[in-house]
């Protein structure tokens, strides 16, 4: 197996998720080796948080998770690309479907789309 390249962001590689079915850009995290090898080992999407220094397993709290279906590597294997069947509907913690809901349109910025879930509700913070 290619061995990732963690050390050119201190640790971290980026990791772009996609619905596996739409090809829709959901998001984009980061991820750690610890949470590279959990992805690995169970098939659910974890991440390194970078303000919580932490890993978090995508929709633990909200009940979205992501079930990694296909996984690839950039050239420089220091990026991944995490192909996902998006449980819930909502990849944002935001409540949105995909993270990237604003659009730059006549040089305004305009929201695309409705929540799928109140994240105040859901995170109770």
């Not at 948080?49 to 690839?72: A, F, H, Y």
């Not at 998006?86 to 929201?111: D, L, M, N, R, W």
Request: include cysteine; glycine fraction near 8%; proline fraction near 2%.
């Amino acid at each position: 197996m290619t061995k990732l390249d963690f050390n050119k962001l201190g640790g971290l590689l980026p990791a772009i998720v996609q619905d596996y079915q739409t090809g829709e850009v959901l998001m984009l995290a980061f991820m750690n080796e610890e949470a590279w090898n959990a992805t690995l080992l169970t098939g659910k999407a974890t991440y390194y948080s970078r303000t919580r220094k932490e890993l978090w397993i995508k929709g633990k709290i909200s009940g979205n998770m992501q079930i990694v279906k296909e996984i690839r590597i950039d050239c420089d294997n220091d990026t991944v690309l995490l192909k996902v069947d998006q449980i819930g509907g909502a990849a944002c913690h935001t409540g949105y479907k995909s993270c990237f809901f604003k659009k730059i349109e006549h040089g305004s910025i305009k929201v695309i789309g409705k929540p799928v879930f109140d994240p105040e509700e859901v995170y109770k913070k």
